[in-house]
């Protein structure tokens, strides 16, 4: 669930807000509101970053590929209002937009995003033909064609086409 939450985060356009250690599942043991605790609730555990390396390692991914793809960092609400399509037909507890990276010179000239929020598993027959992998279910992947997409519970898969 962690992962599919930084996934939203970082393919949502506008400014991306990660909280100091979030990268890598840092926890204030359970205290919300922690302004007048000790250092021992508020200070960052760096153990929890080779623990939690995967997630670390995901979130310097999914960093990466924001900065590559000006898609994902369009700059005026005209650009949103044309370029993203969210679709209205997905399966209940998913998530899934369009955006057209060609409108802001993406070498990724369309872009899937699907997020499963839900518990169970979801198969998904892609419109328009082929699809390349960027993401796959919470983890980056080489990229392969696809034309249909298994959503496993609770994450993250990014397609995209380099051509209209």
Same mark, same amino acid.
Request: glycine share 6%; with cysteine; charged share 20%.
């Given at each position: 669930?962690?992962?599919?939450?930084?996934?939203?985060?970082?393919?949502? =356009?506008?400014?991306?807000? /990660?909280?100091?250690?979030?990268? &890598?599942?840092?926890?204030?043991?359970?205290?919300?509101? !922690? *302004?007048?605790?000790?250092?021992?609730?508020?200070?960052?555990?760096?153990?929890?970053?080779?623990?939690?390396?995967?997630?670390?390692?995901?979130?310097?991914?999914?960093?990466?590929?924001?900065?590559?793809?000006?898609?994902?960092?369009? =700059?005026?609400?005209?650009? /949103?209002?044309?370029?993203?399509? &969210?679709?209205?037909?997905?399966?209940?507890?998913?998530? !899934? *937009?369009?955006?057209?990276?060609?409108?802001?010179?993406?070498?990724?000239?369309?872009?899937?995003?699907?997020?499963?929020?839900?518990?169970?598993?979801?198969?998904?027959?892609?419109?328009?033909?082929?699809?390349?992998?960027?993401?796959?279910?919470?983890?980056?992947?080489?990229?392969?064609?696809?034309?249909?997409?298994?959503?496993?519970?609770?994450?993250?898969?990014?397609?995209?086409?380099?051509?209209?």
């Amino acid at each position: 669930m962690h992962k599919l939450a930084l996934s939203i985060v970082l393919t949502s =356009q506008g400014i991306s807000f /990660l909280h100091a250690g979030t990268e &890598f599942l840092r926890s204030k043991k359970g205290i919300e509101n !922690s *302004y007048n605790s000790p250092d021992s609730i508020n200070e960052i555990d760096w153990n929890l970053k080779t623990v939690n390396k995967d997630v670390f390692d995901y979130v310097r991914q999914l960093i990466r590929m924001r900065k590559a793809h000006p898609a994902f960092r369009m =700059q005026t609400a005209e650009q /949103l209002q044309k370029n993203i399509k &969210f679709d209205e037909a997905a399966p209940a507890g998913v998530v !899934s *937009y369009e955006i057209n990276g060609a409108a802001v010179a993406d070498g990724w000239k369309n872009i899937q995003v699907w997020f499963n929020g839900s518990s169970v598993e979801r198969t998904v027959h892609l419109r328009g033909g082929s699809w390349m992998k960027a993401i796959d279910n919470n983890l980056f992947v080489a990229p392969s064609e696809t034309g249909v997409l298994v959503l496993k519970p609770y994450s993250c898969s990014v397609l995209f086409k380099n051509s209209n």
